[in-house]
């Protein structure tokens, strides 16, 4: 059965620390990982993985993939208060358009 | 720019009752899907369709029927409601091609009595 998990579930920082959010997976035919951010409302699209070793950067987000060990890390540098929201990591299925199995999420709580 | 658009925002349902939740979408994407929320869960897709008259089941579809009778809707129907599905539900799309890149609706929240 096709799963991805997360880990830490919940997670609270102060402002200027750095985080380190896990996802891990069992897919068959794997072929990416996406993150997204989800403040109030819905989901937004943050980074898309396909190649092992390679970062990708937003600003003080970075994300890395790791297709030997199948996990992949989101980092968060000198977090804000903005940075509060849950993060989510999915796995689309392959040749089933449309179709992603999401982790359960890490709330992530940055204080003053 | 409207993107997807999901109505309505709140609803309460009593047991056993019906209601539709709509979607629609003006990209033109050719996937649509239905998840919902529940805390500590994640998202978990209900059912979700790859174009107009496909349509197919995800993680959780008991319950729940859906229809693509055009590109730009998908409506989730709840048949006879039950309590076990108050849940925030997100209607999204996604262009072929791009299928882990989903377009968010702004999700629906239901609680059923």
């Known amino acids: 059965e096709d799963k991805v998990v997360q880990s830490p579930l919940s997670l609270v920082v102060h402002e200027g620390d750095t985080v380190t959010l896990n996802c891990s997976y069992e897919v068959t035919n794997f072929r990416s990982l996406l993150w997204y951010k989800q403040e109030k409302k819905a989901p937004t699209f943050l980074f898309m993985l396909?190649?092992?070793?390679i970062e990708k950067k937003s600003g003080r987000l970075s994300s890395i993939l790791d297709k030997k060990e199948l996990f992949s890390i989101l980092n968060i540098t000198a977090t804000q208060t903005g940075d509060s929201a849950i993060y989510l990591c999915?796995?689309?299925?392959?040749?089933?358009?449309?179709?992603?199995?999401f982790g359960q999420g890490t709330e992530l709580s940055v204080k003053p | 720019n409207a993107g997807v658009t999901q109505t309505p925002k709140f609803q309460v349902l009593k047991t056993g009752q019906s209601m539709t939740l709509q979607c629609a979408q003006d990209m033109n994407h050719e996937y649509m899907s239905w998840y919902r929320q529940d805390p500590g869960m994640g998202l978990r897709l209900i059912h979700y369709?790859?174009?107009?008259?496909?349509?197919d089941q995800g993680e959780v579809p008991n319950g729940y029927n859906v229809s693509r009778s055009t590109t730009e809707d998908f409506p989730l129907r709840l048949l006879s409601a039950a309590p076990s599905q108050t849940s925030v539900y997100f209607c999204a799309s996604s262009r072929q091609g791009k299928t882990g890149e989903l377009f968010f609706g702004e999700g629906s929240r239901l609680t059923v009595l």
């Open positions: 999915a796995v689309p299925i392959y040749n089933q358009g449309g179709k992603l199995i």
């Open positions: 396909t190649s092992s070793g």
């Open positions: 369709s790859v174009g107009a008259g496909i349509t």
